[in-house]
């Protein structure tokens, strides 16, 4: 077999003179990035007060309560359970949808293609970033004080949250949509409703249903998270569990938890593909 020749050093540099003469400071900026983050990173362990003989003495409990969740067992308290779930599921769904049918209408005015007018969608997006730079956790606490304990504040802190990001998630897909249609209605003496009507509507509603099942599975774990502080559902019955140190019945809620995601991630799954079509194949 014919070797290949060896390349000319002294052509190469001649013919790429910014990839073997590059200026100092481009070869040290990688380095130095990188040193920078371990610095970094060294000064939020020793901030945090990070502690190897802490993380050991973390890890062997860890290993003593997983041993005590085994075998999962409900006890007496299945039904219970079971109507924990269904209320951390009917929180998720109905927070969802009532974040989604508030969100689409104010979305239209944050879309650059519905207000060309900067003035007017500015103040529109901020309140977006505003409602949505705040994690559902923090909403649920706060509508706990408003409207008190239980599943209603769930459902209000998971449309608030969401209702923020549907609107950014909303308006960029009214952006993306295709302008020939929009054009075609206009030309044919449609009006400004028409145009949004039967031109936008048509093909940003699969991608708003196939965003809103996404989040309908992910705030079924939400539901679970902001139960723990009060907002009903199995996470309220997590942590009491918890805090009375029934760590069979822990094991048997995470299960019934991890059960319950991973069949709302088929069904939402099954949907989005009969609603999008093919697309979602490409």
């Known amino acids: 077999m014919s070797q290949l ?21 481009t070869r040290l900026a990688m380095p130095a990035m990188i040193a920078g ?3 970094v990173f060294v ?15 973390g890890l062997s409990q860890l290993g003593w309560i997983t041993l005590m969740m085994i075998p999962p067992d409900p006890g007496s308290s299945l039904p219970a ?16 949808t009532t974040a989604a049918v508030l969100a689409l209408p104010v979305s239209l005015l944050a879309a650059r293609n519905i207000i060309p007018s900067q003035l007017l969608r500015f103040p529109v997006r901020r309140a977006f970033d505003s409602i949505r730079g705040v994690d559902t956790l923090i909403w649920a606490l706060v509508w ?13 802190a998971i449309a608030v949250a969401d ?3 549907f609107g950014k998630l909303f308006s960029e897909a009214i952006e993306a949509a295709d302008k020939k249609q929009v054009e075609g209605i206009r ?29 309908i599975e992910s705030n079924t774990r939400s539901a679970t998270i902001i139960g723990i502080v009060g907002a009903g559902g199995i996470g309220l019955q997590l942590a009491e569990q918890i805090r009375v140190l029934e760590w069979q019945k822990v094991s048997f809620l995470i299960l019934m ?14 949907l989005r593909f009969a609603i999008i079509g093919q697309r979602a194949i490409a």
Not at 195 to 214: K, T
Not at 260 to 265: G, H, L, S, T
């Open 144 to 156: 706990i004080n408003v409207v008190g304990l239980g599943p209603f504040a769930g459902v209000l």
């Open 257 to 270: 938890i991890l059960v319950a995601v991973a069949a709302i991630d088929w069904i939402s799954g099954k």
């Open 163 to 165: 209702f923020g990001a």
């Open 81 to 96: 359970y079971l109507s924990a779930l269904g209320e951390t599921l009917s929180i998720a769904v109905l927070g969802t």
């Open 187 to 215: 030309a044919s003496g449609g009006t400004a409703l028409h145009e949004i009507r039967f031109g936008l509507m048509p093909q940003v509603l699969p991608v708003i249903a196939g965003q809103v099942l996404y989040f």
């Open 5 to 25: 020749p060896k390349p000319d050093r002294e052509q190469l540099r001649a013919k790429y003179p910014d990839v073997f003469d590059r200026p100092a400071a």
């Open 37 to 39: 983050a371990c610095v």
């Open 43 to 57: 000064f939020g362990l020793v901030n945090l007060d990070f502690s190897p003989a802490k993380l050991w003495s």
